[in-house]
């Protein structure tokens, strides 16, 4: 059985005049050191206006499958370029092809996780959110333009274990950014301890607090549940992309095999602007 999972759009409209949205998806890196793959099914975007129906975009060509592990770092994926009536957006809806937990084990399911040993495992959906989740984001399409948004599906907060079967839950965080006003992070990293890997969480200004750090009480939310977006450190340097304008603390943790460690230290106070790169080197000894 097959569920819809639902990223949910409301508009203001400028009379009858158009414009088009260009959709990109994206991806923030996953926290389990033996996952390669999380695929994700699309079948259908809609869209909402006032206080209409939900409508779907005729122009995107369906299914499309995506790998959003391969869409870290600031890589991305065209989904569509679609015609909408002109006016304010904060939110869209996706139909993603998923099986309920409870269901009996698909053989075929749109979307799974791969491990690293070539194993897969179908990502279920749990009973009772069938009415969907919100990718929430303001954009405004103009009259006779065009606006470029991507839609982060963020890995980390959207896969879990849980259950007595310890199955593998979807439960879809997505932020919608329009890609002319993002900026992002990026920088070197020195004095690092050795043995350990290390992630990097992206927090507004003094959003942190110690309870982000806390082990989750349930499989339901991740650790760091109120992170923007995260890094692993890789050669030496992260990328924190797709970020909106404003100031943001940099909480640097580490983790062995995939399992958490501990916060270092937090880098405090670093700027983001517009189409902007922010170069941020850390050097651990001083956090």
Not at 102 to 131: H, K, M, W
Not at 149 to 160: C, E, G, L, N, Y
Not at 172 to 180: A, H, K, Y
């Amino acid at each position: 059985m097959s569920l819809a999972l639902m990223l949910v759009t409301s508009c203001e409209k400028d009379d009858s005049e158009t414009g088009r949205l260009t959709l990109s998806i994206t991806d923030a890196p996953i926290d389990m050191s033996t996952v390669e793959g999380v695929y994700l099914t699309i079948n259908e975007i809609q869209y909402h206006k006032g206080d209409g129906e939900w409508e779907s975009f005729d122009e995107f060509e369906a299914p499309q499958t995506f790998n959003i592990l391969e869409l870290t770092n600031g890589a991305s994926e065209l989904m569509g370029s679609f015609e909408l009536e002109a006016g304010n957006y904060t939110q869209l809806r996706f139909l993603l092809d998923a099986p309920v937990l409870g269901d009996a084990n698909p053989t075929n399911p749109g979307c799974y996780i791969r491990f690293t040993d070539q194993t897969e495992e179908p990502l279920f959906v749990p009973s009772g959110y069938e009415s969907g989740w919100k990718g929430v984001g303001a954009f405004r399409v103009p009259s006779n333009g065009e606006v470029a948004i991507t839609a982060d599906f963020d890995a980390r907060k959207s896969v879990m274990k849980q259950g007595a079967n310890e199955n593998y839950i979807l439960k879809p965080t997505i932020r919608l950014i329009v890609d002319n006003q993002a900026g992002q992070i990026v920088g070197g990293l020195t004095n690092q301890p050795a043995g350990v890997d290390l992630i990097i969480y992206a927090y507004e200004d003094g959003t942190y607090s110690v309870e982000e750090a806390a082990d989750p009480t349930d499989n339901t939310t991740p650790r760091f549940p109120n992170a923007i977006t995260s890094d692993f450190v890789e050669t030496d340097s992260y990328h924190l992309t797709y970020l909106a304008p404003g100031t943001y603390d940099l909480v640097i943790t580490t983790s062995t095999d995939g399992v958490y460690g501990e916060v270092l230290g937090i880098f405090e106070d670093v700027v983001v602007e517009s189409e902007k790169t922010t170069s941020q080197p850390i050097d651990i000894s001083t956090l």
